[in-house]
């Protein structure tokens, strides 16, 4: 390696390796991905984020939120909830099965279980156990079937309801998943947090609803401004050391409105294919007939 | 493959090192002012951490934009332009010859100036990216590869003028550099902030340019300046230099795709394809440290004087970060240091420890030997090493275990959030607020001391009767450093 020539190849084979490799197999692999139609919300998904909330992003970015705030959902498996669909004719015989599934019924619990079908069985099963007691079902008459739930420490935080996958960020320009998590996680903060007040309140400093947060404070995106005839509707309800002098008030400018709204349109809302889980639209009720799989 | 000899006289180093006066001072003034800026910048950003209302009020300075500005004000501020410095020294010094056409290597790195200059005002505007490593306004890479084409194109000149044909080691890390940085800058600018593509390729693409800038570009560059500093300093031989070879072709076929945490909202196979990557580029690390300890091993620290000592922590951090980056990439080990403080850590070490540190090094041994001046306060320089030394180390271990604390109570739904705040993040935060200040403090005498030697330089030839007399002027002033060079050195 000590002509000029065949060091300049080397390099020149090692760069064309690395861009086939690490750009041009993941855009091949990834660039065409487009939107699905997602049967739970008979939607295409995702959807273009629209209104003001574009204008969020984008503060959103300019203020650098991504330095301490990711959004992105990690799932370390999943756990099933085995609930008996339809209890069948032989309700002695099922009453029996569901006692063998679940050890810890009593004969009362069992029989309600039965009666009322469908009901939930077994919470928080690994899969081997889904398909023990779907073999203990069978020929029984009695049918089971086996919510799918995604577990990990972000989803036991209460972070989003399943992991994201790549689709969610099918429009985001620029992607801000983040690599930072000195702040939670903001890839489903829309569900958890829906009070745009609140949110208001917490850029503006969030110590005012945060005890000892770390997180700055962005008075920037709000002004400070003699009250007018009457008090604005619209300024924040600041009180104790965060209030503004005597005839102020503070009013969100429209960068803030922005940002809140893009921030309450962060929500994981549904199942997709690469990542399932139980779905549930509004009452609680409903759950059996959204995502399940079949134990049989 | 030798450093330590020479058939060159001495008043020939002379004409080769003039040659290279100004642009050299030039970079390497430039470069410790953007250090010491982006350590202001990381100062701030870190005292944010403590309270949340200090300097809310600017969107300038709000930490999200002092935390990006920072980072580009130091790796292309800094540390590429240092680099630029070092490679170019080290390519004259290798092929002793001079270099070609110092104007246009100066409207280089003025032009590489302005381009970074206007890239940190765009971020700190509210115009970044977003993209790590890439969060400059679009408009600059422009202007960037630009002012590149000029400063590489020339060291690609002077490397082809060499008048010794036989490559040393070095030599080949820092030709594949200079091949290397183009491509990236021109492939990761288009493909994430000129016409960006959609969805998750875009953090993928994003990782394959922030390896490739740090591992290749800015790592080889550091491993070009410990093979050649290290040996010389010692006068010894570099002990393999196939040893040498292997490294060079394992970390340029896999440096490029390190560190890449996986995340699993990408493809699985990135996070395993970036383990394996790491593991390789730490297992060439630890093929250069045998090499360089063989080479070095049994001198005793203090006969490379003050230099040495540098390029030695260098060494040292680089291994260490190439080591952790390849243990951080193990999947049980990830799923903990994942979004934690660990990442900055690993940064700090790469960036500050290692690539920092060896050109402080290469600033502090050449700029004297290529201006003829020696530094008017040694003991300054004593100061700089420990105050730089300490506070990288202090940043390094409060971010590298803070964020294994972060983790651990992250990965614990039963710790509330604002306890892992408490108790992983705040009180790292604050020791790593010492460590800044420190090399805040390290990044301002490093200034004054470099700004100095630029004004007497500059003097000095003023008084010898202008630039165009300065060969003549620089051989009479290094006549009484001469002996000692030659001896010494090459």
């Given at each position: 390696m000590n002509q000029g020539p065949l060091l300049f190849l080397s390099v020149l084979c090692a760069m064309a390796a690395s861009w086939m490799g690490f750009v041009l197999m993941p855009q091949v692999q990834l660039g065409n991905q487009s939107t699905r139609l997602v049967k739970e919300i008979g939607r295409h998904y995702p959807a273009e984020r629209g209104g003001i909330a574009v204008k969020g992003h984008d503060v959103y970015r300019a203020a650098g939120c991504v330095s301490c705030h990711t959004q992105q959902v990690r799932q370390s498996g999943f756990i099933f909830d085995i609930v008996l669909t339809d209890a069948g004719d032989f309700t002695d015989l099922v009453t029996s099965l569901v006692q063998q599934a679940n050890g810890d019924l009593s004969d009362q619990q069992a029989a309600d279980i039965v009666a009322n079908a469908?009901?939930?069985?077994?919470?928080?099963?690994s899969k081997q156990t889904v398909d023990s007691i779907a073999f203990l079902f069978k020929d029984s008459g009695g049918k089971v079937a086996a919510n799918i739930r995604p577990t990990g420490p972000d989803i036991d935080r209460g972070w989003g309801p399943r992991q994201t996958v790549g689709?969610?960020?099918?429009?985001?320009?620029?992607?801000?998943?983040?690599?930072?998590?000195?702040?939670?996680?903001?890839?489903?903060v829309g569900s958890r947090l829906a009070d745009r007040n609140w949110h208001l309140l917490h850029l503006y400093h969030p110590r005012t609803v945060v005890e000892k947060s770390i997180m700055p404070a962005y008075p920037y995106l709000f002004e400070t401004r003699e009250i007018g005839d009457s008090p604005s509707p619209d300024a924040l309800a600041l009180k104790g050391e965060f209030a503004p002098e005597e005839g102020m008030e503070v009013i969100p400018t429209p960068e803030a409105n922005a940002l809140v709204e893009y921030l309450l349109s962060l929500r994981i809302f549904h199942p997709v294919f690469e990542a399932p889980y139980i779905f549930t639209q509004a009452e609680p009720s409903e759950n059996i007939d959204s995502e399940m799989e079949p134990a049989e | 493959m030798d450093v330590t000899q020479s058939s060159k006289s001495p008043s020939d180093w002379t004409e080769i090192d003039s040659s290279y006066r100004f642009p050299t001072l030039f970079l390497a003034s430039k470069a410790v002012a953007w250090l010491l800026l982006g350590s202001i910048f990381s100062l701030i950003a870190s005292i944010k951490m403590h309270s949340p209302s200090f300097l809310a009020s600017c969107p300038w300075v709000t930490y999200g934009v002092m935390i990006p500005a920072a980072l580009n004000a130091v790796v292309y501020g800094f540390a590429l332009q240092g680099a630029f410095a070092a490679l170019l020294w080290i390519t004259m010094r290798l092929g002793q010859v001079k270099l070609v056409g110092p104007g246009y290597l100066f409207i280089g790195s003025a032009l590489w100036n302005i381009g970074v200059l206007l890239g940190v005002i765009g971020i700190m505007a509210g115009h970044g990216s977003g993209h790590t490593y890439l969060e400059m306004p679009g408009f600059v890479s422009p202007i960037l590869f630009a002012a590149y084409t000029l400063i590489g194109g020339i060291a690609l000149v002077t490397f082809h003028k060499r008048q010794v044909r036989e490559l040393y080691p070095s030599q080949w890390f820092i030709f594949a550099a200079l091949y290397w940085f183009p491509w990236i800058l021109t492939a990761g600018s288009y493909l994430l902030v000129m016409s960006p593509v959609r969805g998750v390729t875009q953090m993928i693409i994003g990782g394959w340019y922030a390896s490739g800038l740090n591992v290749i570009v800015l790592g080889f560059v550091g491993i070009a300046i410990i093979q050649y500093m290290l040996p010389k300093l010692t006068k010894r031989d570099l002990h393999n230099g196939y040893l040498s070879l292997f490294s060079f072709w394992i970390i340029m076929l896999f440096g490029g795709f390190t560190g890449l945490l996986p995340g699993q909202s990408l493809p699985s196979w990135v996070g395993s394809l970036s383990a394996v990557c790491s593991v390789f580029v730490a297992f060439a690390w630890l093929v250069l440290a045998y090499n360089i300890y063989r080479t070095i091993?049994?001198?005793?620290?203090?006969?490379?004087?003050l230099s040495y000592k540098f390029i030695y922590f260098s060494a040292a951090a680089g291994l260490l970060s190439a080591v952790l980056t390849a243990w951080a990439s193990r999947a049980s080990v990830a799923d903990v240091?994942?979004?934690?403080?660990f990442l900055p850590g690993l940064k700090w070490l790469h960036l500050y420890g290692f690539v920092g540190m060896g050109l402080l090094g290469c600033i502090h041994y050449f700029l004297p030997k290529i201006t003829?001046?020696?530094?008017?306060?040694p003991a300054q320089w004593t100061a700089i090493f420990w105050t730089y030394a300490i506070g990288t180390s202090l940043v390094g271990i409060a971010f590298l275990v803070g964020g294994w604390k972060h983790g651990k109570g992250l990965i614990d739904p039963e710790t509330p959030f604002m306890d892992v705040v408490r108790e992983g993040i705040a009180p790292f935060v604050r020791m790593s607020t010492v460590g800044e200040l420190l090399v805040f403090v390290a990044a301002a005498l490093l200034c004054w001391n470099v700004t100095t030697l630029f004004c007497r330089t500059y003097c000095s030839c003023l008084c010898l009767g202008g630039l165009s007399q300065n060969k003549a002027g620089t051989s009479s002033e290094t006549k009484k450093s001469q002996p000692k060079k030659s001896s010494k050195n090459k």
């Amino acid at each position: 390696m000590n002509q000029g020539p065949l060091l300049f190849l080397s390099v020149l084979c090692a760069m064309a390796a690395s861009w086939m490799g690490f750009v041009l197999m993941p855009q091949v692999q990834l660039g065409n991905q487009s939107t699905r139609l997602v049967k739970e919300i008979g939607r295409h998904y995702p959807a273009e984020r629209g209104g003001i909330a574009v204008k969020g992003h984008d503060v959103y970015r300019a203020a650098g939120c991504v330095s301490c705030h990711t959004q992105q959902v990690r799932q370390s498996g999943f756990i099933f909830d085995i609930v008996l669909t339809d209890a069948g004719d032989f309700t002695d015989l099922v009453t029996s099965l569901v006692q063998q599934a679940n050890g810890d019924l009593s004969d009362q619990q069992a029989a309600d279980i039965v009666a009322n079908a469908p009901k939930t069985i077994l919470e928080g099963v690994s899969k081997q156990t889904v398909d023990s007691i779907a073999f203990l079902f069978k020929d029984s008459g009695g049918k089971v079937a086996a919510n799918i739930r995604p577990t990990g420490p972000d989803i036991d935080r209460g972070w989003g309801p399943r992991q994201t996958v790549g689709l969610d960020y099918l429009f985001d320009e620029p992607v801000l998943m983040g690599s930072q998590r000195i702040g939670p996680d903001l890839a489903d903060v829309g569900s958890r947090l829906a009070d745009r007040n609140w949110h208001l309140l917490h850029l503006y400093h969030p110590r005012t609803v945060v005890e000892k947060s770390i997180m700055p404070a962005y008075p920037y995106l709000f002004e400070t401004r003699e009250i007018g005839d009457s008090p604005s509707p619209d300024a924040l309800a600041l009180k104790g050391e965060f209030a503004p002098e005597e005839g102020m008030e503070v009013i969100p400018t429209p960068e803030a409105n922005a940002l809140v709204e893009y921030l309450l349109s962060l929500r994981i809302f549904h199942p997709v294919f690469e990542a399932p889980y139980i779905f549930t639209q509004a009452e609680p009720s409903e759950n059996i007939d959204s995502e399940m799989e079949p134990a049989e | 493959m030798d450093v330590t000899q020479s058939s060159k006289s001495p008043s020939d180093w002379t004409e080769i090192d003039s040659s290279y006066r100004f642009p050299t001072l030039f970079l390497a003034s430039k470069a410790v002012a953007w250090l010491l800026l982006g350590s202001i910048f990381s100062l701030i950003a870190s005292i944010k951490m403590h309270s949340p209302s200090f300097l809310a009020s600017c969107p300038w300075v709000t930490y999200g934009v002092m935390i990006p500005a920072a980072l580009n004000a130091v790796v292309y501020g800094f540390a590429l332009q240092g680099a630029f410095a070092a490679l170019l020294w080290i390519t004259m010094r290798l092929g002793q010859v001079k270099l070609v056409g110092p104007g246009y290597l100066f409207i280089g790195s003025a032009l590489w100036n302005i381009g970074v200059l206007l890239g940190v005002i765009g971020i700190m505007a509210g115009h970044g990216s977003g993209h790590t490593y890439l969060e400059m306004p679009g408009f600059v890479s422009p202007i960037l590869f630009a002012a590149y084409t000029l400063i590489g194109g020339i060291a690609l000149v002077t490397f082809h003028k060499r008048q010794v044909r036989e490559l040393y080691p070095s030599q080949w890390f820092i030709f594949a550099a200079l091949y290397w940085f183009p491509w990236i800058l021109t492939a990761g600018s288009y493909l994430l902030v000129m016409s960006p593509v959609r969805g998750v390729t875009q953090m993928i693409i994003g990782g394959w340019y922030a390896s490739g800038l740090n591992v290749i570009v800015l790592g080889f560059v550091g491993i070009a300046i410990i093979q050649y500093m290290l040996p010389k300093l010692t006068k010894r031989d570099l002990h393999n230099g196939y040893l040498s070879l292997f490294s060079f072709w394992i970390i340029m076929l896999f440096g490029g795709f390190t560190g890449l945490l996986p995340g699993q909202s990408l493809p699985s196979w990135v996070g395993s394809l970036s383990a394996v990557c790491s593991v390789f580029v730490a297992f060439a690390w630890l093929v250069l440290a045998y090499n360089i300890y063989r080479t070095i091993g049994g001198v005793s620290g203090k006969s490379g004087g003050l230099s040495y000592k540098f390029i030695y922590f260098s060494a040292a951090a680089g291994l260490l970060s190439a080591v952790l980056t390849a243990w951080a990439s193990r999947a049980s080990v990830a799923d903990v240091i994942q979004f934690t403080l660990f990442l900055p850590g690993l940064k700090w070490l790469h960036l500050y420890g290692f690539v920092g540190m060896g050109l402080l090094g290469c600033i502090h041994y050449f700029l004297p030997k290529i201006t003829g001046i020696e530094w008017s306060r040694p003991a300054q320089w004593t100061a700089i090493f420990w105050t730089y030394a300490i506070g990288t180390s202090l940043v390094g271990i409060a971010f590298l275990v803070g964020g294994w604390k972060h983790g651990k109570g992250l990965i614990d739904p039963e710790t509330p959030f604002m306890d892992v705040v408490r108790e992983g993040i705040a009180p790292f935060v604050r020791m790593s607020t010492v460590g800044e200040l420190l090399v805040f403090v390290a990044a301002a005498l490093l200034c004054w001391n470099v700004t100095t030697l630029f004004c007497r330089t500059y003097c000095s030839c003023l008084c010898l009767g202008g630039l165009s007399q300065n060969k003549a002027g620089t051989s009479s002033e290094t006549k009484k450093s001469q002996p000692k060079k030659s001896s010494k050195n090459k």
